[in-house]
């Protein structure tokens, strides 16, 4: 069965504390390793898509990085509007998306 | 910066009342979905839709509900008769490839769904 782990569930960091986000998968057939963010009440948002393993993507504080069983999400030097929850989510075949239960960080200041 | 959209943000209803929740989906995007996160949980995949017809389901996705793109911008999922356990965050989201290509999907901030 298909299946999408993240982990912590829950990260306090201070701010300018740096700090990794796990997302480990089973899948047949790997088609794409997707990160969102998610902030209460709204809809996910897109950070990176990953499709092979050794792919690396950053985007200011965030770095996205992928093997053959997990993906990291690196927050640099958080700062509190970072504070979400992240979501990773997997496509194994066909248009489904399987999402984990998500992160939730808080950055204090 | 085009986004998906969704009315309304929240929709209450009585059990056993029929609702239809809207989105227009990223205008030059071919693959539209809808999802549900129950509050507290995951997000769970109900349905894709591409070419006007179905292209995948979900197990939740039950003779209770329905999809349609009425006209050129709007996509649609139908509850026909509302029960406690639909009370959840909808999102709709749509990407621009079609069948068997992994693309990004883009979301909308969500239809809030309240069953009493």
């Known amino acids: 069965e298909d299946q999408v782990t993240q982990s912590p569930e829950a990260l306090r960091l201070q701010e300018g504390e740096s700090s990794s986000l796990n997302c480990s998968y089973t899948v047949s057939g790997l088609r794409g390793l997707f990160w969102y963010r998610q902030d209460p009440g709204k809809g996910p948002e897109f950070l990176f898509t990953l499709y092979s393993a050794g792919e690396e993507k950053e985007k200011e504080r965030l770095k996205a990085t992928l093997t053959k069983k997990e993906s990291f999400l690196h927050i640099t030097a958080p700062k509190p509007e970072d504070s979400a929850t992240y979501l990773c989510a997997v496509q194994a075949y066909g248009n489904q998306f399987y999402f984990g239960t998500g992160t939730s960080l808080t950055v204090i200041p | 910066e085009p986004e998906v959209t969704q009315t309304p943000s929240h929709q209450v209803t009585q059990m056993g009342q029929e609702v239809i929740l809207r989105c227009v989906p990223i205008?030059?995007?071919?693959?539209f979905y809808w999802y549900r996160q129950i509050l507290g949980q995951k997000v769970e995949f109900l349905v894709s839709?591409?070419?006007?017809?179905?292209?995948?389901k979900s197990e939740i996705f039950d003779d209770q509900f329905s999809v349609e793109r009425p006209d050129g911008s709007n996509f649609t999922l139908k509850i026909r008769s509302t029960k406690l356990e639909d009370s959840a965050m909808y999102f709709c989201?749509?990407?621009?490839?079609?069948?068997?290509?992994?693309?990004?999907?883009?979301f909308g901030p969500g239809t809030r769904l309240t069953v009493l």
């Open positions: 839709f591409y070419n006007n017809e179905i292209s995948e």
């Open positions: 989201a749509s990407s621009v490839t079609g069948t068997g290509v992994t693309d990004t999907q883009y």
């Open positions: 205008s030059n995007h071919l693959y």
